[in-house]
């Protein structure tokens, strides 16, 4: 008489422990979890990093990182379109006590946050076609878009519905100021933001 197999049912992970996984075996590479699916953003390159820097040093110098607001990085932010749905933007300008408001997976709730920033890279098509509506889904009040392969800064704001009903469009050769609601008008310009075209 033999021994009957035993059968050990294969368990397939959350898509958060997925994401721990893949987030585990790619250091330095952004994951998030959008639309139900795990969304994987390879590390920065120059271009990228200093589109960022420039951008962060105007509202740092609006005085936008105090007492009331905060000026962050990679800071995730809870999306209400899911159990599990999270996304980290580039850049954030959130409310000061952003601490109080962690929700799970260190991720916070979106109502602390003023603005929010994507720099385009290899996954432009996540930060053009499928967050315009879920960080408009989220509530998030102003998100811009720094669109480096078609060379312009997009600023979207009036969420509703799941979509911006404004988006203004800013080109080579302009300078533009974003929201006095994320705190202070803070004028950029698209030149620097963008560098040299290639």
């Known amino acids: ?40 953003t390879p590390p920065a390159n120059a271009s990228h990093s200093r589109a960022l820097t420039l951008i962060m040093a105007a509202l740092l110098a609006a005085g936008l990182d105090g007492e009331e607001s905060q000026v962050l990085q990679a800071v995730g932010l809870w999306l209400p379109d899911g159990p599990t749905a999270y996304a980290v933007p580039d850049l954030a300008v959130v409310d000061a006590d952003i601490e109080d408001h962690l929700l799970e997976y260190n ?44 060379r312009k800064v997009m600023v979207l704001t009036e969420p509703s519905n799941g979509e911006y009903r404004v988006q203004a469009i800013h080109h080579p050769g302009q300078f533009f100021t974003l929201p006095a609601s994320i705190g202070a008008a803070v004028t950029l310009d698209v030149d620097s933001i963008l560098g040299p075209e290639k």
């Open 1 to 40: 008489m033999s021994a009957a197999a035993v059968e050990h049912p294969f368990e397939q992970p959350t898509l958060l422990e997925a994401a721990d996984m893949i987030s585990s075996q790619l250091p330095g590479h952004r994951v998030e979890i959008i639309g139900g699916q795990i969304a994987v």
């Open 107 to 150: 991720c916070y709730d979106p109502a602390v946050f003023r603005l929010v920033l994507e720099v385009t890279s290899s996954t432009y098509l996540q930060d053009l076609k499928v967050k315009p509506g879920v960080y408009a889904g989220a509530g998030v009040p102003v998100y811009v878009i720094v669109d480096r392969r078609n």
